[in-house]
């Protein structure tokens, strides 16, 4: 059976790093720890807690999630301000029509005995637009949960089209995670070929590697060692830029085929790793 036994493998993963990191180190792995980047909650708790507040009020039709974290740090910001509040969005969320991008917004809402009502086909922008082409907005008030600070102006575009209006919230933002002195070593390692693998799990992950150390810095690292993405979203992040991904799973884009894609990758295991140009 293939296995990544000696393979060192750079995670730039952050929050779900130890599970991550125990994922490949069951493999044979050794697990090069490098979280580019930190998940914080919004510097200004005002703005979420007013949306909060308006959705607890009933004034969203539908809402948009983008990703899990976002969920949990919209409660994590009300049981930290408002916990009194709890109750009354939750029962507004139970209420409102859903619309997921991926499986970790959709496993938040499990968590809280709730499901989506409408998922994306594929976990990027154009899946959720796709999803609410189903679906008619028009007089909607349509709350959406970003990814980060992104404004997602196509996402933004659409509903204003379909007739609906737009509540975003940023309930969480990038920092950086690792100083800017261990990522240009961890690019170095990379450019030497100790590094058999990079497997980026987030957008922001790319984009803090490239603010650091340069796009063409970063093209020529990253040649000398194997790039698998988590999915299509961060992918599409690393070919615009010019770099080449070797590996990414065809389906169910978390963490677990993330790590049998990188069996299939470094084991010389043939595969079709369905990354295409996109």
């Known amino acids: 059976m293939p296995t990544l036994q000696d393979q060192v493998i750079a995670v730039p993963e952050a929050r779900e790093l130890d599970v991550f990191a125990a994922l490949l180190t069951r493999r044979g792995a ?5 979280p ?6 919004a510097p200004d708790a005002g703005p979420v807690l007013d949306w909060l507040r308006e959705f607890a009020l009933g004034h969203c039709h ?12 919209l409660l994590g910001c009300l049981d930290r301000h408002q916990p009194q509040q709890r109750t009354a969005f939750l029962a507004a969320l139970a209420v409102v029509r859903k619309i997921t991008r991926g499986p970790k917004p959709a496993r938040a809402l499990r968590e809280l005995g709730l499901r989506p009502d409408a998922e994306a086909p594929v976990p990027t922008t154009a899946g959720v637009i796709a999803a609410l082409q189903a679906l008619d907005l028009r007089g ?15 996402l933004m575009d659409y509903l204003r089209a379909a007739g609906a209006q737009a509540r975003p919230v940023a309930p969480y933002v990038y920092a ?14 990379m ?9 980026f799990t987030s957008k922001a992950q790319v984009e803090r590697l490239c603010a650091v150390c340069g796009l063409e810095q970063v ?7 194997q790039v698998a993405a988590i999915g299509p979203v961060v992918a599409a992040a690393l070919i615009e830029r010019g770099i080449q991904v070797d590996g990414m799973p065809q389906s169910a884009w978390s963490m677990k085929p993330l790590a049998g894609e990188l069996v299939r990758l470094l084991s010389g295991a043939v595969t079709d790793s369905g990354v295409q140009p996109l």
């Open 219 to 225: 093209r020529a690292a990253l040649a000398a060692t």
């Open 176 to 189: 950086a995670g690792l100083d800017d002195l261990a990522v240009l070593e961890l690019l170095e390692r």
């Open 140 to 154: 909607h008030v349509v709350g959406v949960q970003l990814y980060g600070t992104e404004p997602n102006l196509p």
């Open 191 to 199: 450019r030497t070929g100790t590094v058999s693998a990079i497997a």
């Open 36 to 41: 580019l980047v930190a998940i914080r909650d």
């Open 30 to 34: 050794q697990v090069l720890r490098a």
């Open 62 to 73: 539908d809402l948009v999630l983008l990703t899990g974290e976002g969920l949990h740090r």
